[in-house]
């Protein structure tokens, strides 16, 4: 399932509960950098900045904990605003076929990789997530037709985790 595929879904389900989304929003001073998805709630004058990924390897999970520092760094200019949003968030969003990872998402603590992976990729993923003090947690995923012939991929878990800015 591509990294698209997850933030469309999550954007159709922000739209149906009332918010405004923003596919791709750009960081004001780098029009090289943007966001995965941006969504707005204007009568809580919310703002969650969201990048998802799909997280397999330790090459995937420094690069997750690399996005939870850029929407960190994300700002919304007044003048291209809406509404400027009192309350933001992150939200990073993953999904695996892997159920050693999806524990050790949900687990609360990462100090360690998760059984049979290492790498300086999820320690500092791991630290991220502590330090970011995030809510996380997994659903399992509907998967595609073509998914359920391979056993490695019949189960696919999307992963959030949010995290106050």
Known sequence: ????????????VFLKAGWLIYAEPVFPRSSQQHLDLMALHKSSRTMIAIEAKRLYEGEKAKNLAED???????????????????????????????????KWWIAGKHAMAPKGHRGAGWKLLGRTLDKSRVISGAGLLTNYPEDRANPKYRKCWGLYAIYKL
């Open 1 to 12: 399932m591509p990294e698209r595929n997850i933030t469309a879904h999550t954007a159709h």
């Open 68 to 102: 939870a520092q850029r929407i960190r760094n994300f700002k919304l200019v007044q003048k291209n605003a809406e509404f400027m949003p009192k309350k933001r968030f992150g939200l990073l969003l993953a999904f695996t076929w892997q159920p050693e990872i999806r």
